[in-house]
């Protein structure tokens, strides 16, 4: 029994491991699913009540001639701890404890008529027992009605496929151990059990060939040749079983002597002696306890799935203000790496801020409307406003300088604009940036700090830019290039005819040439902005976005409370629920590894 005890404890612990950590199954990865239960399956009175019982080395099922069994029996064992009392509870009776085991026995019996009848009726309904005992394993056992061929008297026609059905139902489950019990004193040609146990597992993996009665053969007869693999090839070692008599029964036989009777039995026996430590329920037992490496490889390919998940989806956070700190700085440099990718290439996006230089800028410029401010006329309407009651000698130094004044106060619009335009450009790359920071993802708080903090940043470097560019255009303003000027014979053309119908054409020329002169001075400006412009936009605003668009943050974050830096690590309430529960489910996985590791198997 030493294996099955193991196989039996191993389970126990795991099964409890799976109750603590509120692990009952669900969403197909539970390991308590994973778990075998035996499900018996076997023609009437073929002894599979019997089987089970002494597999699990407690009497405690109703056993005897004809259909005892006439609806599933789900039969929780859980171990409790030494020295308190046993007792046994159904599903159906929730509060009422059974102390006294013939009593759990007759209940069954009577919980079935309750759904049956007194007839010979079947019922799929199952019964559920638990029984809570120091000397119980926790195992899932189910026993099930027998096989039958034929419907009898009170019985309806349907019933042969109705058992079958039922009885498929329980034994489909991938992790469910069949035991097919056929007793040997009947053909096994005829065994209803391992023919639907090759149907629900073709492989055979987790059948287990049971023949009973051996203690019932016609003299002369015995089952060498089946147990032997010769008649019947199972995937596991057929197993002969000799279990109590009815008139063991009627005797009160209990466990410990049948299973010294048995152990006699093959021990002595003149066929089966070359056989007999392959026989009896305790060599069943320790077969069953073969099935425990497959658990084991479910259990370490659980735990590779979980970790990967946990993975994907992050691991916890750090508890301590410092690590917090750490952990947020950390997400902000992923962000800021992302974001100079963006700005100096391997990211698309900056060399829109380019753009805005080398079209937009030059295009706003070029509309700039200076044809009309220049006009003959108008130039003459300033100039004569300029000169007041005294018209111009030589040349008209107020008139120019208004003039100049006056176009140069055009170049604000498209000064202010290129801001606006590299402001844009670079909200946008934050934006993306913030999008492509995959660390970023699980913590939204965080995330839209950052994003207030790098558009708070901007704004302020906009602000800066805009200063800076208006001030290159009033820089014009402030002091001409004298040089240009001089250059120029500014004195009004001499008139051939001055008397002459030719005096208004005259002044036409004077103030055309006067228009001339401002336009050629202001794209000598124009061309200087063009060129200062952008280098101001890139030093006010792209230079520091690459410096310090996270610095106001970063200043403030170290002057942050522990509750601050906490909440800023908030995650999506989900995916922390998400993580907490695989992270459970880790721990369940892992202990129960460990557990089966300090298990030592031979
Ligand atoms: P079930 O209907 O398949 O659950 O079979 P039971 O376990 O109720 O057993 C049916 C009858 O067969 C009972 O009277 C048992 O005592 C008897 N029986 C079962 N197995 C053996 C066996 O190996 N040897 C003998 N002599 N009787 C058995
Ligand atoms: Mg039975």
């Known amino acids: 029994m030493a294996t099955m005890q193991s196989l039996i404890g191993l389970v126990n612990r795991i099964q409890r491991a799976c109750t603590v950590l509120g692990d009952h199954g669900g969403e197909g990865m539970s390991l308590w699913e994973a778990l075998p239960s035996v499900a018996v399956v076997g023609g009437q009175s073929s002894g599979k009540s019997s089987v089970l019982e002494s597999v699990v080395g407690r009497d405690f099922l109703p056993r005897g001639s004809g259909i005892v069994t006439r609806r599933p029996l789900v039969l929780q064992l859980h171990q409790t701890n030494e020295g308190q009392a046993e007792y046994a509870e159904f599903l159906h009776a929730p509060r009422k404890k059974f102390t006294d085991f013939a009593a759990v026995r007759k209940e069954i019996q009577d919980e079935t008529d309750r759904i049956t009848g007194k007839t010979k009726q079947i019922s799929n309904h199952p019964i559920h027992l638990s029984i809570y005992s120091p000397n119980v394993v926790n195992l899932t056992l189910i026993d099930l009605p027998g096989l039958t061929k034929v419907a009898v008297e009170g019985q309806p026609d349907s019933i042969v496929e109705d058992i079958e059905n039922m009885v498929r139902l329980y034994v ?73 008599s009815q008139a063991d029964i ?20 003149p066929e089966y002696g070359h056989l007999a430590h392959k026989m009896g329920a305790e060599y069943l037992a320790k077969l069953l306890s ?22 994907r ?102 000064a202010e604009a290129s801001v606006d335009a ?45 200063k800076t560019v208006l001030r290159l255009v009033d820089m014009e303003s402030s002091y001409l290039t004298v040089d240009f000027f001089r250059k120029l014979h500014l004195e009004p053309e001499k008139n051939p005819n001055p008397a002459g119908p030719n005096a208004d054409r005259h002044s ?19 061309e200087t902005l063009k060129n200062s412009i952008p280098k101001a936009v890139v030093y006010c605003q792209v230079r520091e976005a690459k410096r310090s668009l996270l610095g106001h943050f970063y200043a403030q974050l170290g002057r942050k409370e522990k509750e601050r830096l906490s909440a800023m690590l908030d995650e999506d309430p989900a995916l922390m629920e998400k993580r907490a529960t695989i992270a459970k489910r880790l721990e369940l996985y892992k202990s129960a590894r460990d557990e089966i590791d300090s298990v030592a198997w031979k």
């Not at 001339?516 to 124009?526: D, E, K, Q, T």
């Open 172 to 244: 489909e489950k991938p992790n469910s151990i069949i035991l097919a019990i056929s007793p040997a004193n009947q053909d096994i040609a005829t065994s209803d059990a391992i023919k639907l146990a090759r149907e629900v597992d073709p492989t055979g993996e987790r059948t287990f060939g049971v023949l009973t009665k051996l203690d019932l053969m016609d003299k002369g007869t015995n089952a060498v040749d089946v147990l032997e693999g010769r008649s019947y090839r199972l995937q596991h070692p057929w197993v002969g079983i000799v279990n109590r």
């Open 250 to 269: 009627n005797k009160n036989v209990d466990m410990m002597a049948a299973r010294r009777k048995e152990r006699e039995y093959f021990q002595t026996s």
């Open 290 to 311: 073969k099935r425990i490496p497959s658990i084991i490889s479910l259990i370490n390919k659980t735990i590779d799935e979980l970790n990967a998940e946990l993975d």
């Open 313 to 414: 989806i992050g691991r916890p956070i750090a508890v301590d203000s410092g690590a917090q700190l750490y952990t947020i700085l950390e997400l902000c440099r992923a962000f800021d790496r992302v974001f100079k990718e963006h700005l100096d290439g391997g990211r698309p996006g900056g060399d829109r801020i380019y753009g805005v230089f080398d079209h937009q800028l030059p295009a706003a410029l070029k509309k700039l409307p200076f044809d009309r401010h220049l006009s003959t006329k108008n130039v003459q309407r300033v100039v004569s406003e300029a000169d007041g009651y005294q018209p111009h000698l030589i040349a008209p130094e107020q008139g120019y300088r208004r003039l100049i004044d006056g176009s140069i106060g055009f170049f604000k619009g498209p």
């Open 422 to 466: 590299v402001h844009h450009v670079l909200k946008e790359l934050v934006r993306k940036s913030i999008a492509e920071t995959e660390e970023l993802k699980r913590f939204p708080t965080l995330t839209s700090d950052i994003a207030a903090a790098a558009a708070e940043a901007l704004e302020r470097f906009r602000e800066d830019s805009k």
């Open 508 to 526: 036409d020329n004077h103030f055309r040439r006067i228009g001339s002169n401002v336009s050629a001075y202001i794209n000598m400006v124009c």
